[in-house]
């Protein structure tokens, strides 16, 4: 699939210029293929046909759900050259594709569906099992609906997965699964794989592998972004699987990550999460700025041209709270603006609490090493500096003191002789006796602790991993470094 206007996201598809491009890759025409068996060529039976010249592998591919995701996923692999079979138990889905219409709305679904029908691409079926053994992969996209407490509605995934599971049993036939509905991690691992097992009647990693392809399409722009995504994600630890999947994609211009599943699953819930944020946060920001009289709008668009810290990956590295002289104070400043007006602020209202949530858990970490002996590497909000107004680890420090550790803290770029002004006013507030908690050498610090605190980037100069034997809570990563112990889907 090509666009063939500009670049627009509301531009449109036009299948027959896509065709040519994708003939051109392929150097096949007309379609359909001559499909190649191991075992000599049989065209009665399709099965994976090999394009050598183009290094291309065509694959049989039955797809379970043929909603939104399940036609928009049909149209792209059909498109490739793939041997499509739509899976559903409503006739009338079916029907309609087999009429070459799309049972869903989405802008030139129609045009692919139909072409691909006509070119023997697209067929359908209700039956399970007849899908399995006609096809080599198969690609669950049934609805992951929110029960009425929020969470997840698995059923349909479950029937579908033990359907499949009792379609492979008994047989020799090997297979991928994957997972292109949205679960949370945990769910593919501990339901879906046991689940699995149990169908099959022997252990997955053999000749079924289990893995997870999460989709980044929305609706109305659907095609474009199949066809043009951020990336193509997989989750798996088997090669093999991992090769399986990506060959779908074929010659699609997209980065290519294979991850574990349980990441794989959580990449899709953190980026759905971050569009709805900066929808609300855009939002929240344009009330406030509604307010003062000012063009929200125009705010937006001003905050959206820095690509240095706005539009980019700065701040979005998961590790410690934040702090500094700036940040707290301006969250704070436009919270209790919007207060004052009432005007409703959720999102803004939740930062610092949020943030202070963040610090809690670190709190939490060392209380439960038991140690009471604390060396605190960094104490500025960040390394290289010598402001501590508002620095997290000021207020883990002082935190820790009213509860009686006994804490020393190694920061070469904080002298307590040097502070002023309102640098030295927050000191004397939070840490009156800092003078007596810093030490000049890291090792004095390695020989008083019991447990190590990596609060900044200092660590970095400093060789604890040599020197420091005992416990260590780098706050930069531990509190969201997730180190799970279960066993890898295969």
Same mark, same amino acid.
């Given at each position: 699939?090509?666009?063939?206007?500009?670049?627009?996201?509301?531009?449109?598809?036009?299948?027959?210029?896509?065709?040519?491009?994708?003939?051109?890759? @392929?150097?096949?025409?007309?379609?359909?293929?001559?499909?190649?068996?191991?075992? !000599?060529?049989?065209?009665?039976?399709?099965?994976?046909?090999?394009?050598?010249?183009?290094?291309?592998?065509?694959?049989?591919?039955?797809?379970?759900?043929?909603?939104?995701?399940?036609?928009?996923?049909?149209?792209?692999?059909?498109?490739?050259?793939?041997?499509?079979? !739509?899976?559903?138990?409503?006739?009338?889905?079916?029907?309609?594709?087999?009429?070459?219409?799309?049972?869903?709305?989405?802008?030139?679904?129609?045009?692919?569906?139909?072409?691909? &029908?006509?070119?023997g691409l697209l067929e359908t079926t209700s039956d399970v099992e007849q899908a399995v053994q006609g096809s080599?992969?198969?690609?669950?996209?049934?609805?992951?609906?929110?029960?009425?407490?929020?969470?997840?509605?698995?059923?349909?995934?479950?029937?579908?997965?033990?359907?499949?599971?009792?379609?492979?049993?008994?047989?020799?036939?090997?297979?991928?699964?994957?997972?292109?509905? $949205?679960?949370?991690?945990?769910?593919?691992?501990?339901?879906?794989?046991?689940?699995?097992?149990?169908?099959?009647?022997?252990?997955?990693?053999?000749?079924?592998?289990?893995?997870?392809?999460?989709?980044?399409?929305?609706?109305?722009?659907?095609? +474009? =972004?199949?066809?043009?995504?951020?990336?193509?994600?997989?989750?798996?630890?088997?090669?093999?699987?991992?090769?399986?999947?990506?060959?779908?994609?074929?010659?699609?211009?997209?980065?290519?990550?294979?991850?574990?599943?349980?990441?794989?699953?959580?990449?899709?819930?953190?980026?759905?999460?971050?569009?709805?944020?900066?929808?609300?946060?855009?939002?929240?920001?344009?009330?406030?700025?509604?307010?003062?009289?000012? =063009?929200?709008?125009?705010?937006?668009?001003?905050?959206?041209?820095?690509?240095?810290?706005?539009?980019?990956?700065?701040?979005?590295?998961? !590790?410690?709270?934040?702090?500094?002289?700036?940040?707290?104070?301006? &969250?704070?400043?436009?919270?209790?603006?919007?207060?004052?007006?009432?005007?409703? $602020?959720?999102?803004?209202?939740?930062?610092?609490?949020?943030?202070?949530?963040?610090?809690?858990?670190?709190?939490?970490?060392?209380?439960? $090493?038991?140690?009471?002996?604390?060396?605190?590497?960094?104490?500025?909000?960040?390394?290289?500096? =010598?402001?501590?107004?508002?620095?997290?680890?000021?207020? @883990?420090?002082?935190?820790?003191?009213?509860?009686?550790?006994? @804490?020393?803290?190694?920061?070469?770029?904080?002298?307590?002789?040097?502070?002023?002004?309102?640098?030295?006013?927050?000191?004397?507030?939070?840490?009156?006796?800092?003078?007596?908690?810093?030490?000049?050498?890291?090792?004095?610090?390695?020989?008083?602790?019991?447990?190590?605190?990596?609060?900044?980037?200092?660590?970095?100069?400093?060789?604890?991993?040599?020197?420091?034997?005992?416990?260590?809570?780098?706050? +930069?990563?531990?509190?969201?470094?997730?180190?799970?112990?279960?066993?890898?889907?295969?």
């Open positions: 699939m090509r666009r063939t206007c500009g670049d627009d996201p509301e531009d449109s598809y036009s299948y027959e210029s896509s065709l040519k491009h994708i003939k051109s890759i @392929l150097n096949v025409c007309p379609l359909p293929f001559m499909w190649e068996t191991a075992d !000599g060529c049989n065209k009665s039976e399709p099965c994976c046909v090999s394009l050598a010249e183009n290094n291309r592998i065509m694959k049989r591919v039955a797809i379970f759900g043929m909603g939104y995701v399940g036609c928009v996923t049909a149209a792209g692999m059909g498109h490739a050259g793939h041997h499509v079979i !739509g899976v559903d138990i409503d006739a009338e889905k079916l029907s309609a594709l087999d009429r070459g219409s799309s049972p869903v709305c989405e802008p030139g679904l129609d045009d692919f569906i139909r072409q691909e &029908v006509e070119d080599d992969v198969a690609l669950i996209t049934v609805g992951t609906p929110s029960s009425p407490n929020g969470g997840v509605v698995t059923q349909s995934v479950e029937r579908v997965i033990e359907s499949i599971g009792q379609a492979l049993s008994g047989t020799d036939q090997d297979y991928v699964v994957v997972m292109r509905s $949205t679960l949370l991690p945990g769910i593919l691992e501990e339901t879906l794989g046991p689940l699995l097992e149990n169908a099959i009647g022997e252990p997955l990693g053999h000749r079924v592998h289990l893995c997870n392809n999460p989709e980044f399409l929305r609706e109305t722009t659907g095609l +474009r =972004d199949y066809d043009e995504p951020p990336f193509i994600l997989v989750g798996t630890t088997n090669d093999e699987c991992a090769q399986a999947v990506l060959e779908l994609y074929g010659d699609t211009e997209a980065e290519r990550i294979v991850t574990d599943t349980r990441t794989a699953a959580m990449v899709k819930y953190a980026c759905n999460a971050f569009h709805a944020l900066k929808v609300n946060f855009a939002n929240e920001i344009g009330r406030v700025s509604q307010e003062c009289g000012i =063009d929200g709008q125009a705010v937006m668009d001003i905050v959206c041209r820095d690509h240095q810290l706005n539009i980019s990956p700065a701040y979005l590295r998961p !590790g410690f709270a934040f702090g500094g002289s700036c940040l707290p104070k301006d &969250v704070r400043a436009l919270v209790r603006f919007a207060q004052r007006r009432a005007l409703g $602020t959720e999102l803004l209202n939740a930062i610092l609490p949020s943030n202070d949530e963040h610090l809690q858990r670190g709190l939490k970490r060392i209380r439960d $090493t038991g140690h009471r002996k604390v060396g605190l590497i960094g104490l500025s909000f960040k390394a290289g500096t =010598d402001d501590l107004r508002e620095s997290p680890l000021v207020i @883990l420090a002082e935190t820790m003191l009213g509860q009686g550790y006994d @804490l020393k803290i190694y920061d070469p770029y904080v002298r307590a002789t040097s502070l002023k002004g309102t640098n030295l006013a927050y000191v004397d507030r939070h840490l009156p006796h800092l003078a007596a908690l810093l030490v000049d050498d890291p090792d004095v610090l390695f020989d008083h602790a019991d447990v190590l605190l990596i609060g900044t980037d200092v660590a970095d100069d400093v060789d604890h991993q040599n020197k420091f034997y005992k416990d260590t809570i780098d706050l +930069r990563r531990d509190l969201v470094n997730g180190r799970h112990v279960t066993e890898p889907i295969k």
